[in-house]
């Protein structure tokens, strides 16, 4: 096939080729045929087609497929791109600025010598670097919905697909293809989704946010002992997606912020009450409900009253409220202090 097109374009160069042209004696080789190295260039880069050709030579022309581009010194291609580089008795080379895909294929080089015509062709290959085309816009799914992310992109040659989740519970390749199909997913499949399409010349990678809605699940209320007169704090817990709002009850009846010494403290996975001096009718049972636009939860937990021994200070309350940890500290500082004495002691 090549070859045919590739004696049209000698045929076609030989007739086009002006002030008369030696016909073809009838005992002449049509085999003197040389294939250079094939030459690969970026797209934009600027190709060299260089042919040697021997004293004898009387007419030549570089050809892209059929058509002239330069025939000796002239050239006949309209294109800017393409201009002469050496034309010698030796060597005759043509550059084509800028190459684009549409520039691959087989170039010829015809020489017509007093006696013959020889050719050199070369297959030019241009590369040209991934580019991600058509990618799937950031989503916003429920959760147990099926899902279907695309990632396509062009480039030369053909790039390969790998899709990736950069979640921080989930990382590493979820897909090679072009499609990544979730058929039910889950709240652990939510997060930042990268594409990468990569051939020989380079890469191209984006990513998309998945984010995937769920109802709120509430983790179980803690207790909480305060002594009269300190302040009780409580907390509440909750996962979802959108972000939960809270409410607090105490006995069914709702609380709000800034009522009578109570402060409550909203952050995006718990909220905090503060009951700044707890008196008698503070203590009781509290619900903290979290709500979002799929459901809601709660859960319950008491605020109850703690006997104080002794007058109360600050480090006392420390004690009540964090339990073991300040429990080891004072065990700490007693060892200490037997050390120290022991230490004294041995001194004497
Ligand atoms: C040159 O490229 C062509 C087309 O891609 C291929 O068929 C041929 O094998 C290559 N030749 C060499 C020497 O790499
Ligand atoms: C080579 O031929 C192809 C097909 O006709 C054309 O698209 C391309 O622009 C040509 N390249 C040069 C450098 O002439
Ligand atoms: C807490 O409330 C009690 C009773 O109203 C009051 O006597 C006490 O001074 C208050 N304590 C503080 C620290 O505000
Ligand atoms: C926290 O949320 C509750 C209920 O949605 C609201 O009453 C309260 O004002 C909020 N507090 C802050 C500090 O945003
Ligand atoms: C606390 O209150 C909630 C909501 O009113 C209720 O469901 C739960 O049973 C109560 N807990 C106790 C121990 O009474
Ligand atoms: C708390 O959740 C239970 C079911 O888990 C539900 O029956 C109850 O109505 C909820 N309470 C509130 C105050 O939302
Ligand atoms: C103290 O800590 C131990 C384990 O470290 C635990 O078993 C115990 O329940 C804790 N006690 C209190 C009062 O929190």
């Known amino acids: 096939m090549i070859r045919t097109v590739c004696w049209v374009s000698i045929a076609a160069a030989i007739l086009l080729v002006p002030r008369g042209l030696p016909v073809l004696g009838q005992g002449d080789s049509l085999s003197d045929n040389q294939v250079l190295e094939n030459i690969t260039a970026r797209q934009g880069e600027t190709v060299f087609l260089r042919c040697l ?19 000796g010194e002239d050239k006949w291609s309209v294109d800017p791109r393409v201009s002469l580089e050496v034309l010698s008795k030796g060597e005759f080379t043509i550059r084509i600025e800028d ?28 590369h040209v670097p991934p580019k991600i085309t058509d990618l799937t816009k950031d989503m916003r799914v429920n959760e147990g919905s099926s899902i279907a992310l695309l990632c396509s992109a062009s480039g030369r040659p053909e790039p390969s697909i790998t899709w990736r989740i950069l979640s ?9 293809d072009e499609y990544l199909e979730i058929p ?7 997060g930042m989704y990268e594409c990468a399409a990569v051939n020989e010349v380079s890469a191209d990678v984006r990513t998309l946010q998945l984010v995937v809605n769920f109802p709120p699940s509430i983790s179980k209320g803690k207790d909480a002992g305060v002594p009269l007169g300190q302040r009780g704090v409580l907390q509440c817990e909750a996962e979802a997606e959108p972000t939960a709002e809270f409410e607090w009850y105490k006995d069914d009846r709702r609380i709000v912020s800034d009522v009578s010494g109570i402060e409550i403290e909203n952050m995006s996975k718990f909220s905090r009450l503060t009951i700044f001096n707890v008196s008698e009718e503070n203590y009781g049972n509290y619900t903290c409900v979290a709500i979002n636009t799929l459901g809601s939860a709660n859960t319950s937990m008491f605020l109850y009253a703690v006997k104080v021994t002794e007058p109360t200070s600050s480090t006392l309350l420390q004690a009540v409220q964090d339990g073991n940890k300040s429990t080891t500290t004072a065990q700490a500082s007693v060892c200490l202090l037997v050390i120290i004495s022991i230490h004294t002691l041995l001194r004497f």
């Open 53 to 71: 050709q021997g004293d004898a030579v009387t007419r030549t022309a570089w050809l892209n497929r059929s058509s002239i581009l330069y025939a």
């Open 168 to 176: 921080p519970t989930a990382r590493g390749i979820v897909s090679q």
């Open 184 to 190: 039910s997913v889950s709240r652990q499949q939510a």
């Open 99 to 126: 190459v684009d895909m549409y520039d691959e294929g087989q170039y010829v080089c015809a020489i017509q010598t007093r006696s013959r015509p020889r050719t050199t062709s070369v297959h030019v290959i241009i």
